[in-house]
T-cell receptor, first 116, second 115 residues
Framework: AQSVAQPEDQVNVAEGNPLTVKCTYS??????LFWYVQYPNRGLQFLLK??????LVKGSYGFEAEFNKSQTSFHLKKPSALVSDSALYFC??????????????FGQGTTLQVKP | GAVVSQHPSRVICKSGTSVKIECRSL??????MFWYRQFPKQSLMLMAT?????????EQGVEKDKFLINHASLTLSTLTVTSAHPEDSSFYIC???????????FGDGTRLSIL
């Protein structure tokens, strides 16, 4: 079965410290992986994606993610966290065999709390 | 670029009312649009996938007669919650994509409250 797991419900970091939000996946075939951020009462904003190429992907707002095939992981990282990064983060993987729809499976979400 | 507009942002109405939510891709053509439902502090639950000019594909357990989806053009999809009841109260979010390898871009959601 295809799935995405975000093992941490919440991650707390101090402003200026590096942050990591974890994601592991299980899909058949090559994964298409995405990270999104959601602020309260808003839709999701696209941060970055991995389809092929370099394992380290750079995205919006200084975020990056590292694709690790052997560990089936796609952790989101940022070298120096900001208080404004506090939000709900979702990892997602495109469903294999979904034809031309690009249907996604989302992780359960991780709340990032950055304290001043 | 890649802006998706969703309206209305909030609806409060009486039980039995039908409510229409619009989702528009403003600066790209969306081959596929998706409708999600999100409960507080939970992940997104896909309700249906909509391709322009064809019938929507509903996820298991989603009533197609209850949640009517129309994808009239490459930039517009609508979700109509028919005869809404309090249990339909939720946060509904649409997304649109220009292709299967491209990101989904999300609207800002509609908070539906049925009294």
């Amino acid at each position: 079965a295809q799935s995405v797991a975000q093992p941490e419900d919440q991650v707390n970091v101090a402003e200026g410290n590096p942050l990591t939000v974890k994601c592991t996946y299980s899909v058949s075939g090559n994964p298409y992986l995405f990270w999104y951020v959601q602020y309260p009462n808003r839709g999701l904003q696209f941060l970055l994606k991995y389809i092929t190429g370099d394992n380290l992907v750079k995205g919006s707002y200084g975020f990056e993610a590292e694709f690790n095939k052997s560990q089936t992981s796609f952790h989101l990282k940022k070298p120096s966290a900001l208080v404004s990064d506090s939000a709900l983060y979702f990892c997602a993987v495109r469903v294999s065999g979904s034809g031309n729809t690009g249907k996604l499976i989302f992780g359960q979400g991780t709340t990032l709390q950055v304290k001043p | 670029g890649a802006v998706v507009s969703q309206h209305p942002s909030r609806v409060i109405c009486k039980s039995g009312t039908s409510v229409k939510i619009e989702c528009r891709s403003l600066d790209f053509q969306a081959t596929t649009m998706f409708w999600y439902r999100q409960f507080p502090k939970q992940s997104l639950m896909l309700m249906a996938t909509s391709n322009e000019g064809s019938k929507a594909t509903y996820e298991q357990g989603v009533e197609k007669d209850k949640f009517l989806i129309n994808h009239a053009s490459l930039t517009l999809s609508t979700l109509t919650v028919t005869s809404a009841h309090p249990e339909d109260s939720s946060f509904y979010i649409c997304s649109a994509t220009s292709g299967p390898g491209q990101p989904q871009h999300f609207g800002d959601g509609t908070r539906l409250s049925i009294l």
